[in-house]
Antibody
Framework: QVHLLQSGIEVKTRGAAVKVSCKAS????????ISWVRQAPGQGLEWMGW????????NYAQKFQGRVTMTTDTSTSTAYMELRSLRSDDTAMYYC???????????WGQGTLVTVSS | EIVLTQSPGTLSLSPGERATLSCRAS???????LAWYQQKPGQAPRLLIY???SRATGIPDRFSGSGSETDFSLTISRLEPEDFAVYYC?????????FGQGTKLEIK
């Protein structure tokens, strides 16, 4: 059974950084990529970027360029998303999702709530 | 970037009725790489349809996708109580991936 397990709730102050983890199980980790998507409270879905678990190649949405870093650890089948210089409008649920490139995002992790306070 | 516009914003129907949700792209979606997701309150999105018309594993056959290029639809043939949720379309044929703003399907 394919499963993505994300790290827990984070509360950060403005200007800080957050690093969210996403541990994969039930499939060959290096055969897929991971996309990261966030959802602000009461809002829609926003794609942040993608990382290949095979070779570490990344593709970030322009909005997050320079502020986000996505990495993987193939020894533990874990993907990471670090977002720096946090602002109040970064308060959101952050999701990882397995990305087969041509098959949509499936499945999704349970989400990690990141709250940025002053 | 491709902008996806979903309509209607809210759809009010009764169980047993047929639902048709629309997703229109600002430019042609490469390869018709268009997906539909269902999201219930407090839950992560779930993939329903990929490549515009292929059902994901375990998705009931009352869900079907259609369309190509710039006009896509999700149809739920006969609504079950558990189908009332928010639905998003997403294109993954080009970077950046983009999502529609969502259609809320509510019980009438």
């Amino acid at each position: 059974q394919v499963h993505l397990l994300q790290s827990g709730i984070e509360v950060k102050t403005r200007g800080a950084a957050v690093k969210v983890s996403c541990k994969a199980s039930g499939y060959t980790f290096t055969s897929y990529g991971i996309s990261w998507v966030r959802q602000a409270p009461g809002q829609g879905l926003e794609w942040m970027g993608w990382i290949s678990a095979y070779n570490g190649n990344t593709n970030y949405a322009q909005k997050f360029q320079g502020r986000v870093t996505m990495t993987t650890d193939t020894s533990t089948s874990t993907a990471y998303m670090e977002l720096r210089s946090l602002r109040s409008d970064d308060t959101a649920m952050y999701y990882c999702a397995r990305d087969g490139l041509w098959f949509g995002l499936d499945p999704w992790g349970q989400g990690t709530l990141v709250t940025v306070s002053s | 970037e491709i902008v996806l516009t979903q309509s209607p914003g809210t759809l009010s129907l009764s169980p047993g009725e047929r639902a048709t949700l629309s997703c229109r792209a600002s430019q042609s979606v490469t390869g018709n790489y268009l997906a539909w997701y269902q999201q219930k309150p407090g839950q992560a999105p779930r993939l329903l349809i990929y490549d515009a018309l292929s059902r994901a594993t375990g998705i009931p056959d009352r869900f079907s996708g259609s369309g190509s290029e710039t006009d896509f639809s999700l149809t739920i043939s006969r609504l079950e109580p558990e189908d009332f949720a928010v639905y998003y379309c997403q294109q993954y044929g080009g970077s950046p991936y983009t999502f529609g703003q969502g259609t809320k399907l509510e019980i009438k």
